[in-house]
């Protein structure tokens, strides 16, 4: 292996952004936080590395297992780096923005780094783009705000022109309310979770006992949205099911008819990467992408920092974000030659061209265009198209 080659190789699912790619994601993120302040989000910036145990407070398992450590050489104390940023954000707001009116509204954009990457998205290392919600109070507001939250990710997407989104919502808390009721084995719950997120009906017989029906009734009744939430609402359920079960409709009856043209879909029994949230929840894709654009959902910000303020908000993955809206061919800048006047070069930049400046007045203007990727040179004070 050359030693160009050597300073190339990077570790698995890391990667340079490239030229127009990282200008293109630069674009992107700032479309994205401009249409969520249009909204009244306002941008945080959390740093990139936290203590340990202040970024992992409140996180799941999963988490955990996906933040990097090491150790402060000046404190001698450990460090995660973020592999998500809605903690953060759940940190500040109950830290340095505690006496702020609620509900308060934050946005953010940042690189986040994962221990591993999935089959799905082999990326370790990208950015996110959010928004969280926290604070709304009552029942209703909650539900207006989780209403908030995937109309505001479903148009911010569409503000980058992405079409064909489809947005798959569920309820965490309904399949905790019916493992509940049901008083499951511990040491067969997790079979049960893994069945479901596998949607293995055989499995779900062979270890749920007694909620066996109910839960193989469940995994028949996801789908497009108003057919699943009738199949829903013929289901028998526990109480305490059944009030999520129609928290759930609510949430989608209401962004149904905020969002008409968006695709929805309901899976009651989803828990991937949802094991911290709480009441609804939701997957954003776009048809043809690999991966998802983004998930979010409700949860409790903390019960050691914040008691019990909710808190509703979603995370967009830049990755899957820039598969869905592939870059545009970059405009061509107008070559310079050495000898052209400032005076020149600011007024086609401010006619809105790029403008690369000459180095070497010896070399063929034309030529050296092309050679740079110029598509025009600028010649009797006007840019030229090197076709010409």
């Not at 249009?38 to 407070?57: D, T």
């Not at 995994?219 to 305490?240: N, S, V």
């Not at 979603?314 to 400032?342: H, K, Q």
Request: charged residues 25%; contains cysteine.
């Amino acid at each position: 292996m050359t030693d160009r080659s050597e300073m190339a190789l990077l570790p698995a699912g890391l990667a340079d952004k490239l030229p127009p790619a990282a200008a293109h994601e630069a674009v992107l993120i700032d479309s994205l936080i401009a249409c969520f302040g249009a909204h009244g989000y306002q941008r945080v910036s959390p740093p990139l590395v936290e203590f340990e145990e202040n970024l992992l407070r409140d996180a799941d398992a999963d988490m955990a297992a996906d933040t990097f450590r090491i150790m402060d050489p000046v404190s001698q104390r450990m460090m995660g780096l973020r592999s998500d940023m809605t903690m953060q954000v759940a940190r500040i707001a109950a830290s340095r923005l505690r006496l702020q009116p609620r509900p308060l509204r934050l946005c953010y954009a940042g690189d986040v780094l994962r221990v591993r990457g999935t089959q799905l998205r082999p990326e370790r290392q990208f950015a996110q783009v959010g928004a969280e919600l926290i604070g709304a109070a009552g029942e209703a507001a909650d539900v207006r705000a989780d209403v908030e939250m995937i109309t505001l990710a479903a148009e911010g997407l569409a503000a980058l022109g992405i079409d064909r989104i489809s947005i798959d919502v569920g309820s965490p808390s309904l399949l905790r309310s019916v493992f509940h009721a049901f008083d499951l084995d511990p040491e067969e719950l997790s079979r049960i979770r893994d069945a479901l997120d596998h949607k293995d009906v055989a499995a779900v017989s062979a270890h749920a006992n007694s909620a066996a029906p109910l839960l193989s009734r469940l995994l028949d009744a996801a789908g497009p949205a108003q057919a699943a939430l009738e199949a829903l609402a013929a289901i028998d359920l526990p109480d305490a099911a059944r009030r999520d079960a129609d928290r759930l409709a609510e949430v989608v009856g209401l962004v149904a008819a905020r969002s008409p043209d968006l695709t929805l879909t309901v899976d009651p029994v989803e828990n991937r990467g949802f094991e911290y949230h709480t009441a609804s929840s939701f997957t954003i894709f776009a048809a043809g992408v690999r991966g998802e654009l983004g998930r979010g959902g409700r949860y409790v910000a903390g019960h050691d920092r914040m008691g019990d303020e909710p808190g509703t908000g979603f995370s967009l993955f830049m990755d899957s974000v820039m598969r869905a809206r592939p870059e545009t061919a970059a405009p061509g800048g107008v070559f310079l030659p050495v000898g052209t006047t400032s005076e020149d070069a600011r007024r086609l930049r401010a006619e809105g061209w790029i403008t690369v400046a000459g180095l070497d007045a010896e070399v063929e203007p034309v030529a050296e265009a092309r050679r740079l990727g110029c598509s025009h040179v600028f010649q009797g004070n006007a840019a030229v198209s090197v076709e010409g």
